[in-house]
């Protein structure tokens, strides 16, 4: 077998970049945990996360998969690090005759396991008990040693810098203008009503689409990350596993938000399903406008009620309310009769101080206040502050 390839040339060495299909790789490749033998070490690799191939196998069975990064292998090392001399065996690189630009990567037996995964052992392990096939791109080293495949996977994989989850959903946001509204997964429908709130009304300005992008009206602003999982958080007890339920492909044309299942812990569920975004849109709307009435009346923009915590636990308590049915959900949605037993709340004993809050304290206030739960389910410490408040404004 030949496989056409261009030639790279870096500090390390050379190496090639070619297209491998997947069931190639699956027989000629494998991949070892580093690991101490005999005082030695030996592997190149961290375990194998389980969790992390389902998700990819689920993933590339959608009709968008995408796995553009390139794969990185070693030939001609068998599984116990020795290397493969047999030319009847080993694989080699020949130049094209007619252009000098073009190699190509000659494998003798194609099925012969003799390749180290350097990088990407989770997304070729994807594709095990699987039916989907496709090609990858991939950067092969030949005869490159156990010890300099161990440095580039080190490299690759300890120097880098985690994408900012808020960039990250908006970056996934850029489908919303190129596919049907249901294709769209809990995340980008997130991203869209984030966006939309984002412009107009009592949020108008607070989200931070991008990390450093706050606009001039920044008393206080919360990640669009944040914001965005708070809304997963009513339609989707795994918004992951929708995203590949929507996209998957089938024998006539893809999924559909339709295609899911309800489930009434979560709350917003059904208008997800039914593509009632509108619906989804005005609650959330409604609701912030009665938090900024009542909770957030009189405190400063660096309160705990604006931070992240204080956010996740606000849309936690939007959630109990709609599961426990507290607002009649038509078209005079109001929250202000319940939102405004929270007014007067304060969060200023180092209870509540950045270093100790937690969503869970916040919540068990809120719940407090609204008589979801009983004084003796919380801590003395919030029975105080909800039995010092002043009473509700006329």
Not at 137 to 148: T, V
Request: aromatic share 8%.
């Amino acid at each position: 077998m030949k496989i056409p390839c261009i030639r790279i040339t870096q500090p390390i060495g050379d190496f090639y970049l070619a297209s491998l299909n997947t069931e190639l790789l699956k027989d000629v490749t494998y991949s070892r945990a580093a690991s101490f033998r005999d005082g030695e070490l030996t592997g190149n690799q961290r375990s194998v996360k389980k969790n992390r191939i389902n998700e990819i196998r689920e993933y590339i069975s959608t009709h968008n998969a995408a796995l553009p990064n390139s794969i990185i292998i070693s030939a001609n090392f068998d599984e116990d690090d020795n290397l493969v001399v047999d030319p009847d065996k080993r694989w080699y690189v020949e130049q094209d005759v007619n252009n000098e630009d073009i190699y190509h990567i000659n494998i003798p037996d194609p099925k012969l396991r003799i390749c180290s995964i350097i990088d990407g052992q989770h997304r070729v392990n994807g594709f095990n008990n699987s039916s989907v096939s496709m090609s990858l791109p991939c950067s092969i080293f030949i005869d490159l040693p156990p010890p300099s495949q161990a440095l580039i996977f080190s490299t690759i994989n300890f120097n880098q810098k985690p994408v900012d989850k808020s960039l990250a959903y908006q970056l996934f946001g850029y489908q919303l203008d190129e596919s049907d509204a249901m294709s769209w997964s809990p995340d980008i429908l997130a991203v869209k009503i984030s966006r939309e709130l984002n412009q107009t009304g009592v949020l108008q300005g607070r989200i931070e689409l991008i990390k450093g992008s706050k606009s001039k009206n920044d008393n206080w602003t919360i990640s669009s990350a944040a914001f965005i999982e708070g809304i997963n958080s009513l339609i989707s007890g795994n918004p992951r596993k929708d995203k590949y339920e929507v996209n998957k492909k089938k024998i006539l044309g893809y999924g559909s938000r339709s295609d899911l299942k309800d489930d009434p812990k979560y709350p917003l569920r059904k208008f997800y399903i039914d593509g009632n975004d509108q619906a989804i849109l005005t609650i959330i709307d409604r609701y912030f406008n009665s938090l900024k009435k009542y909770l957030w009346k009189n405190k400063d923009s660096d309160n705990i009620i604006f931070k992240t915590v204080g956010i996740s636990s606000q849309f936690s308590l939007l959630k109990e309310i709609l599961s426990k049915e507290l607002v009649t959900l038509d078209s005079s949605l109001n929250f202000d009769g319940t939102i405004s037993k929270l007014e007067g709340l304060v969060f200023n004993s180092d209870h509540f101080s950045p270093r100790t809050a937690t969503k869970k304290k916040l919540l068990d206030t809120f719940k407090l206040c609204l008589e979801i739960i009983e004084e003796s389910d919380v801590d003395k410490e919030i029975i105080n502050i909800v039995n010092n408040r002043p009473p509700p404004s006329k």
